[in-house]
């Protein structure tokens, strides 16, 4: 299984709701990343997690919230956001930190709307 | 940062040769020189990496220039199925993983 899951594939969220984002995979690897990607723009990263410990903030505004309760599965906790925060939310998911030549696994993505 | 730039766009005729251009001239030198593709409405995959020597898989071939300044990401024979934005990333000593513009690939039929 070389799959990495998100869920779900499209939400629509008010600028008072909360909401999560799921991703999870199952093959092993203990490193997981969130990354934001605009309308025809490369995806930016915003949070890695290492071994379920957060390794890389990007300085994201505390709206968005991750976790990370095992090494399988990463959640990103949204409140509050602006419709300017509208993306594409990708996770991904490589074996480990330690080596510079690993390969990262992407899920498909949840496509937000902020209204 | 160790960055890389690419160009915008490339256009390719189906069943033709595309060679797809990277440089990083500020490489260090254990940066892994990877390759990802994203086709429409899908995440990044995963193309091809390499250090110092050219590297070949099923999807693609790598060329490293000597200097490790540039690299040129090879696709043998292109097809419709391989329209996408090509990104050329290094992955430097704090192993976090960031995009740069990329190339957006046209292949004509």
């Known amino acids: 299984d070389t799959e990495v899951t998100q869920t779900p594939k499209h939400l629509v969220m008010g600028m008072t709701n909360k909401k999560s984002l799921k991703c999870e995979q199952h093959?092993?690897?203990?490193?997981m990343y969130w990354y934001k990607q605009k309308a025809k723009k490369p995806p930016e990263l915003m949070f890695v997690?290492?071994?379920?410990?957060?390794?890389i903030n990007e300085s994201v505004p505390s709206r968005f919230s991750p976790e990370c309760p095992n090494s399988s599965l990463l959640n990103l906790h949204l409140h509050a956001l602006q419709p300017e925060d509208s993306a594409l939310y990708l996770c991904?998911?490589?074996?480990?930190?330690?080596?510079?030549?690993?390969?990262?696994?992407f899920g498909s993505g949840t496509q937000l709307s902020v209204l | 940062d160790a960055k890389t730039t690419q160009p915008n766009s490339m256009e390719s005729n189906e069943e033709e040769p595309v060679h797809l251009p990277c440089n990083h001239s500020?490489?260090?030198?254990?940066?892994?020189i990877h390759w990802y593709r994203q086709l429409p409405s899908q995440g990044p995959e995963y193309v091809i990496h390499?250090?110092?020597s050219n590297v070949n898989n099923r999807m693609a071939s790598l060329a490293i220039a000597e200097d490790r300044k540039s690299s040129t990401l090879i696709l043998h024979r292109a097809t419709l199925r391989d329209a996408a934005v090509y990104y050329c990333?290094?992955?430097?000593?704090?192993?976090?993983?960031?995009f740069g513009a990329g190339t957006r690939l046209t292949v004509k039929p």
């Open positions: 991904a998911s490589s074996q480990g930190l330690q080596e510079t030549n690993e390969k990262l696994f």
């Open positions: 093959m092993g690897h203990r490193a």
């Open positions: 997690y290492s071994y379920e410990k957060l390794s």
């Open positions: 500020t490489i260090s030198g254990t940066d892994y």
């Open positions: 390499g250090l110092t």
């Open positions: 990333i290094l992955r430097d000593g704090n192993n976090d993983m960031r």
